[in-house]
């Protein structure tokens, strides 16, 4: 079977795109990298690309507009199936979010749809939680607001600052990121109607379903048996 072909919006040092390609390489997995772009033409993620083989491509336009009239060519050129929003610090278009409805997904560090936006480490210490964690979830116009693929918990730890915090986090993300790419190169992944109303005015309500869930494979991404949720349903 055709692997899922993906492209990857980076702004800085690519972590999450290194543990990507990393999860490519493997000659099971079901998705390639097939485009790097950024929005900072001095991004460390450019050399991890390139140095993977993976073509790139820098837009450094700062108009939503303008960003996306250039990368819709960029991306159809490389038949890019599914886009990867990767450390990505761009608000994008939301014409151009809608054109990738369900093809976009984006990673952030906190377990949504609590610490929302910039800072999400910090607001969570702020708040004094027990746990924090990562969202893998579909990128809809508005910010963090769309359907939730996949989520793993990080405990916070009495002595915690926002560094030590981030950086536990940053590592649960190299895992559930590849997890969430692979579920949806698989076609395990279906968007369906939230069955309450959405929490953000306006914004419908969605939820996802993951089809014929495997537990082992998911629990097994958490090295402290912490939950990792490939997200709620299993009808299959």
């Known amino acids: 079977m055709a692997r899922l072909r993906v492209g990857v919006l980076i702004s800085g040092r690519g972590s999450n795109l290194q543990a990507l390609i990393a999860a490519c390489s493997a000659e099971a997995y ?3 990298i097939a485009l790097v772009i950024s929005s900072r033409a001095d991004a460390q993620g ?5 140095a993977a083989g993976v073509p790139v491509a820098v837009i450094a336009h700062r108009d939503r507009r303008a960003f996306a009239a250039e990368a819709r060519p960029r991306l159809c050129e490389r038949r890019v199936e599914l886009v990867c929003l990767a450390g990505f610090m761009r608000i994008l278009d939301a014409n151009f979010v809608e054109e990738w409805r369900d093809r976009m997904v984006n990673i952030h560090p906190s377990l949504l749809p609590s610490f929302r936006g910039l800072h999400a480490q910090r607001q969570a210490l702020a708040a ?18 769309g359907p939730i693929i996949a989520q793993a918990v990080v405990p916070v730890h009495p002595d915690d600052d926002e560094p030590l915090l981030s950086d536990r986090i940053l590592e649960t993300e190299h895992r559930l990121y590849p997890l969430a790419v692979r579920l949806i190169a698989e076609g395990r992944v279906r968007v369906v109607p939230g069955i309450v109303p959405g929490i953000v005015p306006g914004v ?16 097994a991404l958490n090295p402290q048996d912490c939950p990792v949720d490939p997200l709620a349903s299993n009808p299959g």
Do not use: K, Y
């Open 30 to 32: 079901p998705a390639e």
């Open 46 to 50: 450019l050399g991890v690309a390139a």
């Open 128 to 145: 004094g939680v027990r746990f924090a964690g990562c969202t893998v979830h579909f990128v809809r116009p508005e910010l963090d607001c």
């Open 204 to 219: 419908v309500a969605e939820r996802v379903e993951i089809l014929n869930a495997r537990i082992p494979d998911i629990s």
